[in-house]
């Protein structure tokens, strides 16, 4: 298995329209990810990623969501990276990290500052490409080298999650979407058959979504029902008499 850090920044996509089908990705993490955000509430969630920005929560009962980018582009809220977010430890109620990973250098220290920051009941929904898909095979082939598909990690969905369990996350629910070759296709199968495909070969697609809830545990000190005796017990006054007390009667006698 390969390391999570590279040595390497990878290309970092615009927008949705630089990855093959990237409409259709779009709009089937979209569907999955308001499905998820009906169960988030709270104050407020934050879209980490160009690529998350561009998602639109609407069936999020959470009005303040901030769009957090590293560049300026129409749906920034906040200018900054992912490694290094400008929050407070235990404010945000939710996250969103759509193919966030597949395309950091650092995974481990994106996930780590996310769990700084959310709140001990917190959400994230994360979405990533699957590495054992036909998507997955077509990354090592010479198919459109240029295009920044190539690009991508392609960190497994099991791996992810073992990732999110050390952190002290619960895995809710995972989606498996996308069942077609995305290199080769714009067009994406019919969702009939998507649904057909996901019920019996759930881990060939080419696209997952995880939620995930921040489980903490509370740490309460516990008194023992019993007392412990103690080695040493005081003991109670003698009825001790005095020297002089007994020479005076032994004298007299």
Request: aromatic content about 10%.
């Amino acid at each position: 298995m390969r390391l999570a850090y590279r040595a390497r920044v990878p290309r970092y996509p615009e927008n949705w329209s630089q990855l093959p089908a990237g409409e259709a990705i779009r709009r089937t993490i979209q569907g999955v990810s308001n499905s998820y955000a009906k169960r988030i509430f709270g104050y407020h969630f934050v879209k980490l990623g160009t690529l998350s920005s561009q998602i639109s929560l609407t069936k999020c009962s959470i009005t303040h969501q901030i769009h957090q980018t590293p560049v300026r582009n129409a749906h920034t809220h906040v200018i900054g990276e992912s490694t290094e977010l400008p929050f407070v430890e235990n404010s945000i109620d939710g996250f969103l990290l759509a193919n966030e990973l597949d395309y950091c250098q650092d995974p481990h220290q994106i996930l780590r500052e996310v769990d700084r920051c959310i709140n001990q009941d917190g959400y994230i929904i994360l979405s990533g490409f699957n590495p054992y898909s036909l998507t997955g095979v077509g990354k090592y082939l010479p198919l459109k080298r240029g295009n920044l598909l190539h690009d991508a990690r392609f960190f497994s969905s099991g791996r992810v999650k073992d990732w999110l369990q050390l952190l002290g996350y619960e895995i809710i629910e995972t989606r498996h979407i996308l069942f077609s070759m995305l290199f080769m296709k714009k067009r994406v199968l019919p969702v009939v058959w998507q649904q057909r495909v996901s019920r019996y070969l759930p881990w060939c697609s080419s696209v997952y979504v995880i939620l995930a809830r921040k489980r903490v545990v509370p740490m309460t000190t516990i008194k023992p029902k019993w007392k412990l005796k103690p080695n040493f017990s005081a003991v109670g006054a003698s009825m001790r008499v005095k020297p002089t007390t007994l020479l005076g009667q032994n004298k007299k006698t």
